[in-house]
């Protein structure tokens, strides 16, 4: 399983874009990144899933240099209801779903 | 509301005793994981079933044992509690299809061994 290194925390303000670097030197051909957020005593919650270049849903954006040995999740203008964990796992599909990784996480803190 | 039920909510018991988790997946989806969380190790995976078929293996102890029924929903059993059981033991569940690393999560059951 391919490895993840994550910043612990990160602050910011309200209505600013927040970038969030992950480092997966290890990362398979097959491995997809996949980002999770976590709210406290909840369950991890997707917020997005991507391969290489550039993904976007409704709540962010993932870019995927060609290397493909980090990535990093954007966050257009948080809020303060964006303060949870962020967790960034590199996913090998198999059969039948796949098992998750999760490392330490990024904690942010968004501000007025 | 992920779709995913678990049960209790909240669970007090004492060392030595023995409990059972349970868990609803959501409609459709096959695949069950469970995941314990504790403050000291964080986020971690314990086992997979895939169709009433344990798939996969994670850090869960001898003590602990899981399996899912016909009907889809899944049970944790943890024997001989100790102490250091006590955490957060999510399940989540996925379609098992495709491409998508996507799990959906359920609100959890916090175990509290006295």
């Known amino acids: 399983l391919a490895k993840t290194t994550q910043p612990i925390s990160m602050d910011s303000y309200e209505g600013q874009e927040v970038n969030i670097t992950c480092s997966h030197n290890?990362?398979?051909?097959?491995?997809?990144i996949t980002w999770y957020q976590q709210f406290p005593s909840q369950g991890p919650r997707f917020i997005i899933q991507?391969?290489?270049t550039k993904v976007t849903n409704e709540v962010a954006s993932l870019f995927i240099p060609a290397d493909r040995k980090s990535s990093t999740l954007s966050l257009p203008r948080v809020s303060l209801s964006d303060t949870a964990v962020y967790y960034c796992?590199?996913?090998?599909?198999?059969?039948?779903?796949?098992?998750?990784?999760f490392g330490t996480g990024t904690q942010l803190k968004v501000e007025l | 509301d992920s779709g995913v039920t678990q049960t209790p909510k909240h669970l007090i018991t004492a060392t030595g005793q023995r409990v059972t988790l349970r868990c609803s997946p959501r409609?459709?989806?096959?695949?069950v994981y469970w995941y314990q969380q504790s403050l000291d190790q964080g986020l971690q995976f314990l086992i997979q079933y895939y169709n009433g078929e344990e798939r996969a293996k994670g850090n869960i102890l001898e003590r602990f044992s899981a399996q899912q029924f016909p009907d889809l929903h899944s049970e944790l059993n943890l024997s001989s509690l100790e102490l250091g059981d006590s955490a957060l033991y999510f399940c989540?569940?996925?379609?098992?299809?495709?491409?998508?690393?996507?799990?959906?999560f359920g609100p959890g059951t916090r175990l509290t061994v006295l």
């Open positions: 989540a569940s996925s379609t098992g299809q495709g491409r998508t690393n996507e799990q959906f």
């Open positions: 290890n990362i398979a051909t097959n491995d997809y």
């Open positions: 796992l590199v996913v090998t599909p198999t059969g039948g779903g796949n098992k998750l990784t």
């Open positions: 409609s459709g989806d096959l695949s």
């Open positions: 991507g391969y290489k």
